[in-house]
């Protein structure tokens, strides 16, 4: 399930940056993703829930992160903004996945799309939104 999840997770970063660049409908980027890509190593239905979730919930998923951000929103390069969005819904959202995994995917995700140090910036903003998220799971980690 997890390689799935993966492959769903770099369906996402793609679909949300063809989103934010294009405002074309979620739907139709949907369509177009699972037509036009090889999904049988995708898990669709996280693919389907993160696409439509994200958008619906932008103010407050941004509102989570922008405290950590070194720079206005709008300068964040769209593909780290995809995944920093990405990253935060599920912190926010998918309390089943440790917090590890989804900083961890996140990062990868940004070595693979992003800009040379990009990972970096990743790391460092979504570590500062599972520190207010995920206090206590946070905590309990570092504490082992």
Sequence with gaps: MSNARTHARRFIVQALYQWHMTEQNIADI???????????????????????????????????????LDRPLKEVDPVELAILRLGTYELAHRLDIPYRVVINESVQLAKRFGAEDGYKYINSVLDGVAATLRDTEVKAHKSQ
Excluded at 32 to 38: G, I, N, S, V, Y
């Design 30 to 68: 949907e369509n177009e993703f699972l037509a036009l890509h090889d999904s049988s190593k995708v898990d669709i239905t996280y693919f389907r829930e993160c696409l439509h979730a994200i958008p619906g919930k932008l103010d407050e998923l941004e509102a989570c992160f922008t405290a950590s």
